[in-house]
């Protein structure tokens, strides 16, 4: 008990991940505190009934030799398999099946050749996507430029101040408002693609999303992208592997459930006993830090602000399937993005992302079977609005129509399901330990708040967030940034 951490991570999602494994790298002393007794939070893997299903998120960018992940694997010897499968995703909709290749230009020319297309438009559209895109995405490549910023990562965006030129244009405004600038607002098949692309990456409807970090987020298909085989869980237990090789303590199934300011630093009350440490890092939604805190609404109100935008965001509702693959298919992986229809919000069943497992993820399923995540939104503050007695009516409506429109615009893959398992945000709850079963943090919609907090959250002294709900983001990636971003906060405090 008198032995003292340099940081006690709490969670053990990409955002802890990351910060253990950065603060480890830098020499500190670390413990990761994980309740579950698998790694990855949202991005995990689980077993039930003898399957491994995707908790959640089931693609992954990041994994390019010069990215983060790539690095990670190369450098820490990850052993993780990550596969170029193509199409990465395949839309579809009524009247519409377009697949989203490797090759941006070899995407760019399906949507082109789609009947009525306005090819100059979308050309003029997609350079201008392009240009954002190349601006922000460096910043992911290269964490040291974003905060904390040292005198060397000012003299370095100073000396590239030119390129955020393309940026100044459109904060504070829609991504409807670029598409309508192109004259592109009356072509279906454009605005299916983004109104579903922006609903799993930043969160609502184009016609809502920042624009800056919607456009870059078009990039997300071509930034590192691939198939985890085995299941993203892989990534994250190397991960852990990885940490400990460090010399950081892993303390699975290790609930923590206090987190008590003490002289000099903090103490953390867990189910194996209680830590000492200079610093906290906790992974977990901001409700789930005013709880660890105990501390009633009102007195910590950045975390108020920022625990009511999640609450207007999304919970997960879920289908984990297994099925006998259609006759003739390939055996890769498959991702596949279904829109019933496109005139309609892209929750509630409307819109879902199925990920297919491959016959190389093994330990899945049996052989000759694969598993099957099918996900959709579901809005938190309508769900907060329904009585205990509502919710179970309202998610069996909704399970039937998740596989409804699965047997409408997937039906070689529902021709034999030998498994099934129907999930609610509080089932996903359970899975993930994410408060309601929030997904995707924040949504990113139009305004300039987007850019109030650019830089690691520190909720009081010596006590950080990370994860989805802070910056930079919603993605796998982008919490992994956050939490490496976190970690150099802290090195310094240090």
């Not at 990409?14 to 790694?39: D, H, I, K, Q, S």
């Not at 991960?239 to 400990?244: E, K, Q, R, S, V």
């Not at 093994?362 to 503050?381: C, I, Y």
């Amino acid at each position: 008990m008198d032995t003292w951490y340099d940081a006690v991570v709490v969670g053990a999602g990409f955002g802890g991940l990351a910060t253990a494994l950065e603060l480890c790298r830098r020499g500190a002393r670390v413990a990761l505190c994980e309740a579950l007794n698998y790694p990855g939070g949202c991005a995990s893997t689980f077993r039930r009934g003898g399957y491994a299903f995707e908790s959640g998120a089931t693609l992954f960018s990041g994994f390019d030799a010069h990215q983060l992940f790539g690095r990670w694997i190369r450098e820490h010897a990850l052993d993780v398999t990550v596969e170029p499968v193509d199409p990465l995703v395949e839309l579809r909709a009524p009247g519409l099946r377009l697949p989203v290749h490797r090759d941006r230009t070899r995407f760019i020319g399906e949507l082109c050749a789609l009947p009525g297309a306005p090819v100059e438009a979308l050309t003029r559209f997609f350079e201008t996507q392009a240009r954002v895109a190349g601006v922000l995405w460096p910043l992911f490549d290269d964490p040291d430029l974003l905060p904390p910023l040292s005198l060397k990562s000012l003299l370095r965006h100073a000396g590239r101040a030119w390129t955020y030129a393309p940026l100044a244009r459109w904060l504070g405004r829609p991504l409807g408002a670029v598409v309508a600038h192109h004259g592109l607002e009356h072509f279906t098949p454009l605005r299916t693609y983004l109104d579903a692309l922006c609903q799993i990456t930043v969160q609502c409807s184009a016609a809502e999303a920042e624009a800056p970090f919607a456009l870059a987020s078009m990039d997300y298909y071509w930034r590192g992208t691939g198939h985890v085989r085995g299941g993203i869980g892989q990534l994250a237990k190397a991960l852990t592997g990885a940490i400990t090789a460090r010399g950081g303590d892993v303390l699975m199934a290790n609930r923590v459930r206090a987190v008590t300011r003490v002289e000099g630093g903090w103490r953390v009350t867990a189910r194996r006993g209680e830590l000492l440490a200079r610093h906290v890092v906790a992974n977990v939604l901001p409700q789930g830090l005013r709880s660890l805190l105990d501390v009633p609404v009102g007195r910590l109100p950045r975390v108020d602000a920022l625990a009511e935008r999640v609450d207007g965001g999304w919970g997960a509702a879920m289908l984990y399937l297994v099925v006998r693959p259609p006759e003739g298919d390939s055996g890769s992986a498959r991702h596949l993005e279904l829109v019933r229809d496109p005139a309609q919000a892209f929750t509630e069943g409307n819109h879902l992302f199925a990920s297919v497992s491959g016959v190389a993820d093994e330990g899945r399923a049996r052989p000759g079977q694969r598993t099957v995540t099918v996900s959709t939104h579901v809005p938190l503050k309508k769900l907060a609005g329904l009585s205990q007695e509502a919710q179970g009516p309202y998610f069996t409506q909704l399970h039937a129509r998740m596989r409804e429109g699965l047997d409408a615009l997937a039906p070689e893959w529902m021709g034999q399901v030998v498994h099934a398992m129907t999930a609610s945000p509080r089932t996903f709850q359970r899975f993930t330990l994410r408060e309601a079963g929030a997904v995707g943090g924040v949504p990113r919609r139009a305004g300039l708040d987007n850019y109030r907090t650019l830089g690691p959250f520190q909720a009081d002294r010596g006590l950080w967030l990370v994860g989805d709900s802070v910056f930079p983001g919603q993605s796998t990636l982008a919490t992994a940034v956050g939490g490496v971003r976190t970690a150099a906060s802290i090195a310094s405090a240090r």
